[in-house]
T-cell receptor
């Protein structure tokens, strides 16, 4: 039982490049989310999914796309990277009842130059 | 609008001291959930507690305790007899119904440093 697995752990992108942050969970959790963490701002919700085929925007969705074709996977796509997207990205999953809160992945530290 | 305020940016204590981390929230909903997470220097986020708005009982888990007061919209976290391993950033979070289980609003976090 690996929990929530995020890859890569570190990434440097040039402005304008695109990439996909991978997220997979093996706990059969219905809900999955992406958050970004910036200094002094806590964590902010980018996108979330309540089940396969269902996604919605969070607080800061601009510049990001998501899809959820399976229960296990929830990739985050950066369409055209900008320096403002330099951040630490966390994927998280939880059950429908959320009794034990989110299980978070270990994070991806992204730098856009 | 929902909001979580953690006014203490950083706290330093000496080992074995008690320390309280403050969390004040704003919400218009009557049904909501409050959470605390720990982020140690390694960077992962660790779930500590979830409390719903209808349960104002204080919670104790070992050296950790939580004081939920709806009258002051606060959900404070106390560590008794702090240890160096408690050094971390602690986040308080709020989630309202109907998305109470997955749409969190986080505070900006409190960095706790426990000195040996």
């Amino acid at each position: 039982n690996a929990g929530v697995t995020q890859t890569p752990k570190f990434q440097v992108l040039k402005t304008g490049q695109s990439m996909t942050l991978q997220c997979a969970q093996d706990m059969n959790h219905e809900y999955m989310s992406w958050y970004r963490q910036d200094p002094g701002m806590g964590l902010r919700l980018i996108h979330y999914s309540v089940g396969a085929g269902i996604t919605d925007q969070g607080e800061v969705p601009n510049g990001y796309n998501v899809s959820r074709s399976t229960t296990e996977d929830f990739p985050l796509r950066l369409l055209s990277a900008a320096p403002s997207q330099t951040s630490v990205y966390f994927c998280a999953s939880t059950t429908r009842t959320g009794d034990y809160g989110y299980t978070f992945g270990s994070g991806t530290r992204l730098t856009v130059v | 609008a929902q909001k979580v305020t953690q006014a203490q940016t950083e706290i330093s204590v000496v080992e074995k001291e008690d320390v309280t981390l403050d969390c004040v929230y704003e919400t218009r909903d009557t049904t909501y959930y409050l959470f605390w997470y720990k982020q140690p220097p390694s960077g992962e986020l660790v779930f500590l507690i979830r409390r719903n708005s209808f349960d104002e009982q204080n919670e104790i888990s070992g050296r950790y305790s939580w004081n939920f007061q709806k009258s002051t919209s606060s959900f404070n976290f106390t560590i008794t007899a702090s240890q160096v391993v408690d050094s971390a950033v602690y986040f308080c979070a709020l989630s309202e119904e109907p998305a109470g289980t997955y749409k969190y609003i986080f505070g900006t976090g409190t960095r706790l440093k426990v000195l040996a």
